[in-house]
């Protein structure tokens, strides 16, 4: 439980946490804070604004990734029992100034994607904020037992829009449909799969299952290793899931010059031999 701290020469609500949430119980809390002040707020509250009003929150969670930890000499066998909200925290709901602002940052955020580059960019007003490896979907065709037929893995272009979370998905293998519970990492340690949310896009007005989830392999970031869907690392998966709320904008492109960091026009390599 919570309780709540008025400060008053401040019109936000400050919430003191009186118990540690872990990874497992953390959307179920934030759900029953946004529940509970939404009624008290002049705005519509929601996940998004509470999480991006208390930037510490979004530290904290990418910093469950379990590469972070184990460059720490940390193993973390399951990463839903790991503690994200300590007990003697505070949370603040932001007043109304403050939620517009959030709200406004939300309209003009836009998630740019560019397959050959490998390279997932968050614009907020074409100023850019973040920029992350990928993994992009193979240049082959497959049986899907997911789906019924042979499907082309490659990833799809076009522009769209986030239509769907899913905060606590089954990992399930399109090729053979079996759900799965355990990852083997790339040091072949197995763990627990995490629970970091899947972000499910419609690209050119079609949801086609082309989903930004992180993945549990990090060395297959900068591949072409994928289904089609475009993958991430754990803590970048964090970021750009509270960056994303449904309806914000979308696009996939593959553009095979482009400028590097050091002002140089490059060539990438054709992956899918488009050209």
Known sequence: MSKKVYVEDSIENLIFIDKAITIENYFQFIDSIVSKYDTLTPYKLSEHILVRANPW????????????????DSFVFDQKKMVVLPKG?????????FAKKIKNSFKSTLIDINIPE????????SKL???FPIRVGRDEEMYLEMSGRVQDLKTKTGE?????HVRNPRYINPVNNHE????????????K???IPFIETEINGIRNGQLIHPTTNAVTLGKAYSNGCVGTNEADAWVIYYYAPIETKVHIRYDLNVVNKEGDSIVLK???NKK
Not at 160 to 164: A, E, L
């Open 129 to 131: 904020v973040y920029e």
């Open 270 to 272: 054709d992956i899918y």
């Open 160 to 164: 769209g829009q986030i239509v769907n």
């Open 180 to 191: 799965y519970f355990v990852t083997k990492r790339d040091d072949d340690k197995v763990t």
């Open 57 to 72: 929150i979004i530290d904290t969670l990418q910093n469950t990734d379990y590469y972070k930890r184990i460059s720490k």
């Open 193 to 195: 799969l995490p629970q």
């Open 118 to 125: 490998f390279k997932l960019r968050i614009y907020n007003a």
């Open 89 to 97: 925290t505070m949370l603040k709901v932001p007043d109304a100034v």
